[in-house]
């Protein structure tokens, strides 16, 4: 199924990362029930060193804005990216995949070089990650 692409989550400069219907609606479907739990969270979308291509992803709940975070809305949900992490997902889509081979959200990321057979490492032109081994 083909999901049409809103309004991109775009940061005061200018970048942006789109979120598909399914994936805007399942990432209020989590926060919601972290808040309903009496848990203030956000959305936090990070890249670290790792994985088989050099840079991984990674995303989780985070209570807290930090010094020098990019702060964008998602319908009332506030996601939160570095600047290093700005830079290399910026342009990217963020979609949300529930399939026989598993379920959870997903990246298309127009600024990979290059990517691993599992869809969670990456490597960026001009920029040495930390690869690692397949799991």
């Known amino acids: 199924m083909v999901t049409e692409i809103e ?15 399914t994936a805007r609606e399942k990432l209020v479907e989590l926060i919601g029930e972290q808040r309903a739990a009496g848990k203030e ?34 319908d009332g949900v506030k996601v939160l990216m570095d600047d290093e992490t700005l830079e290399m997902v910026g342009g990217s889509q963020v979609d949300y995949a529930d399939s026989l081979l598993g379920r959870g959200f997903t990246v298309n990321n127009p600024n990979a070089a290059s990517t691993c057979g599992c869809g969670h490492s990456f490597r960026v032109q001009g920029k040495k990650g930390q690869a690692e081994a397949c799991h």
């Open 7 to 21: 309004a991109p989550v775009q940061t005061e400069d200018g970048q942006a990362v789109f979120f598909t219907d």
């Open 41 to 74: 969270a956000h959305l936090r979308i990070m890249v670290q060193g790792g994985g088989c291509a050099g840079f991984s992803y990674g995303m989780f709940f985070d209570n807290q804005v930090r010094p020098g975070d990019n702060v964008s809305d998602v």
